[in-house]
């Protein structure tokens, strides 16, 4: 078995050192990066850290360990001295930009390691059954089978010992060679080979966990179809097509890049930036986005990114920059183990010292209690409980278009007591509607519609568009004449013959025109915060049109749904009071708050601060201080956002509410989780404490059950990988 693929792929081991958050380099440092195959958990990193940290030069150290990246931030190290060092541990050091084709997860023949499974079995039945020829037989069986399988472990453990670091790899190091000393040949084997078959499963379901994001890369394909100066359309790399440059995608096609449409109405599944499965029908003029599928029609697109910065490589480099930090519970473990681990060790110790002071004679029975405990000294389980936990629930979220940005949001969130919303573009959808209108005469009103959809379609203006949407039809509109805007006011032209306006309460009263019965209608509609159109001629108003800014959707379900989670609800909003009110009333929202400045929404939040976590949804830009000073801030809306990946703490990447509940649901499942898996390490640790001083506790039992634990642990933290989006 070679170094290159025998290193430990469980992200289990000894006590190691925190890893530090991901960071900009240090101010007048050089950044030297290293890909390493072999480091891909604490085990590797707290070595690389005592081997390297001395170095001269060296000012800093980041791991990337789902990348398997080391970034070395130095101030005039020697690169060759600093690889030199990297090669002692049994590790090899890469360029970042060297193409790998070493595969995650090794591929080492299963035939060698059954073989070494059945000498392990047969040195066991052999002793246990006294077979006459056992002396003789068991131990070159026992041997073989640590041949096959354990001598990269007994490599490992040894530079582990000799750098003064208590890994995995050196604790069975000492155990196994300590139960051959002592003549315990079998049991050696059986400790050997349970720990590589163990190390080897929960290998490939680790590199499952950790790839569940790296799918989404597989998203955006590397090729593209580009337009050439000459017209035609030639098979390029997606990394070679520049901004500003056009692209075609066939039905059935992925997009290799993001981008703006100049041709064509397709269909697109954008499930992979946004977790929504429901086709959306795009138009020229509107965003797309790297890894999306065209369902139907060709088109063509403008390039707005690089390949390397697409919306979906942003979203991965977010996960991957989330995955490297450490959750509070994990920041809790690691110290935690760095007391059990000695603490273990020196009961060890102590116990094989004492051993024969109380019992005389029995030192061989205190040496292998001794072993037993040194196997058990390993927080195996327990330090790989917690990042496989958050890692499947952050990849689970990002599948769903929910951008976590850290693991310490994620288990926050179960904790959340209110929730703040913005009201436009978050709960609404950030442009008015016409909600009704009616003539205040008694006709039919039929040509009042077709005036106003004609002097609205003029307009640019979002209140006219709203008119023009709702109003206009196939029929055809009548020609305006002499169109004129006002400015705050609205419009005016002459429309089949008549001098008609199109506008606000302002533009009435200008015109010296209005009742005290409108007057006071209108004063009970703004009081609702509806908005209103007027359309009249010099002598009096003809229709009274409203519109208000509408609920999303999904708004109102969200909002009960969080309600039966727990959580109250408050609207923040710069809007009118009564619009606010009216909004939060529909919606089923606990209070509402309007007429806020920045400043405003900014003194709301800290005020809420006192009754518990506290959330802020917005659009991560306008409500930035909001969002900066609540415990977990949203930025809704963040597909193609750079401020709001950038910014928010959760980025929901589509305008859905809905995202909301699924965030708290996922954060208390991963709570649960973590509880779960530490209680079972633990207690399993407990259990095997317990039978190893009572004699109960054999060497292979002790291997099985940490081990076991450890795939346990992993299998149930990557359940949230199945976690239902919704």
Request: charged share 20%; with cysteine.
């Amino acid at each position: 078995m070679s170094d290159a693929h025998s290193h430990h792929e469980g992200c289990c081991g000894g006590p190691a050192e925190a890893s530090r958050e991901a960071v900009e380099a240090p101010p007048g440092t050089t950044t030297l990066r290293r890909r390493i195959a072999e480091m891909d958990c604490p085990t590797e990193e707290a070595l690389l850290r005592k081997a390297l940290a001395s170095a001269p030069g060296v000012d800093t150290l980041d791991f990337d360990l789902m990348n398997r990246v080391l970034s070395i931030h130095h101030r005039g190290a020697d690169p060759a001295e600093l690889d030199r060092r990297i090669r002692e541990l049994g590790m090899t050091p890469r360029p970042e930009d060297e193409v790998d084709e070493t595969p995650t997860t090794p591929r080492e023949p299963w035939g060698r390691m059954a073989l070494a499974i059945g000498l392990a079995l047969a040195a066991e039945l052999i002793g246990w059954t006294g077979w006459p020829g056992s002396a003789w037989l068991s131990p070159p069986l026992a041997l073989g089978a640590i041949a096959l399988v354990g001598l990269p472990t007994w490599r490992k453990g040894w530079v582990a010992l000799r750098h003064r670091s208590l890994n995995i790899n050196a604790l069975m190091t000492l155990a196994v060679t300590g139960a051959l000393l002592i003549g315990h040949w079998a049991e050696a084997a059986m400790v050997m080979v349970l720990f590589t078959l163990a190390e080897r499963l929960e290998a490939r379901s680790l590199d499952r966990a950790r790839g569940a994001i790296r799918t989404l890369l597989d998203s955006a394909p590397d090729q593209a179809r580009r337009r050439t100066p000459a017209g035609d359309w030639e098979r390029v790399a997606a990394a070679e097509v520049a901004v500003g440059e056009t692209v075609r995608v066939l039905p059935g096609e992925r997009l290799p890049l993001d981008g703006e449409i100049v041709r064509g109405e397709p269909t697109l599944d954008e499930s992979p930036i946004t977790g929504e499965s429901l086709p959306h029908d795009k138009e020229p003029g509107e965003a797309v986005f790297a890894g999306t599928i065209n369902r139907h029609g060709d088109f063509d697109y403008r390039t707005t990114r690089p390949a390397d910065d697409s919306t979906l490589a942003r979203i991965i480099h977010a996960v991957e920059a989330a995955q490297a930090s450490r959750a509070p519970t994990q920041r809790f473990i690691d110290r935690f183990s760095a007391i059990y681990t000695p603490a273990v060790l020196g009961l060890a110790v102590a116990t094989a010292l004492a051993w024969p002071l109380l019992f005389p004679g029995a030192w061989l029975d205190g040496v292998y209690r001794a072993l037993v405990l040194l196997v058990i000294a390993c927080p195996c389980a327990l330090v790989i409980s917690t990042p496989v936990t958050i890692v499947s629930a952050l990849s689970a979220a990002a599948r769903g278009g929910i951008l976590i940005k850290g693991g310490r949001f994620l288990e926050q969130g179960h904790r959340l007591a209110w929730l703040a919303l913005d009201k436009t573009g978050t709960l609404t959808l950030g442009e008015p509607r016409l909600a009704d209108w009616r003539p205040l005469d008694a006709s039919d009103g039929a040509p009042f519609a077709r005036q106003a959809a004609s002097l609205a379609g003029r307009s640019t203006h979002p209140v006219s568009r709203a008119v023009h949407q709702a109003l206009a039809t196939d029929s055809g509109e009548a020609e305006v004449h002499g169109f004129r805007e006002r400015p705050g006011l609205g419009v005016e032209g002459e429309v089949d013959g008549e001098a008609l306006w199109l506008g606000n309460r302002r533009l009435m009263t200008e015109r010296g025109l209005g009742t005290p019965a409108l007057a006071a209608e209108l004063d009970a509609l703004a009081e609702r915060g509806d908005s209103v159109v007027l359309l009249g001629d010099s002598g009096g108003v003809r229709a009274l049109f409203t519109l208000r800014d509408t609920l999303k959707p999904g708004s109102k379900a969200a909002i009960e749904a969080l309600h039966d989670l727990g959580v109250k609800t408050l609207v923040l909003s710069g809007d009118a009071a009564p619009a606010v009110a009216a909004i939060a009333a529909e919606a089923g929202i606990d209070e509402a708050r309007g007429g806020l400045l920045p400043e405003d929404k900014l003194a709301a939040i800290e005020a809420l601060g006192s009754r518990g976590v506290t959330g802020m949804v917005g659009d991560g830009i306008n409500d930035a201080p909001a969002l900066a000073r609540a415990d977990i801030g949203f930025a809704m809306g963040a597909a193609g956002s750079d401020a709001a990946i950038e910014t928010a703490d959760v980025a929901l990447m589509d305008d859905d509410p809905g995202k909301l509940p699924t965030f708290l649901r996922l954060s208390r499942a991963t709570r649960r989780v973590l509880i779960q898996n530490i209680v079972l390490a633990l207690g399993l640790k407990a259990v095997f404490l317990v039978l190893a001083f009572t004699g109960q506790a054999t060497l292979w039992m002790a291997v099985f059950a940490d081990m076991g634990a450890s795939l346990l642990v992993v299998a149930n933290g990557m359940r949230l990988l199945r976690l239902p989006h919704r």
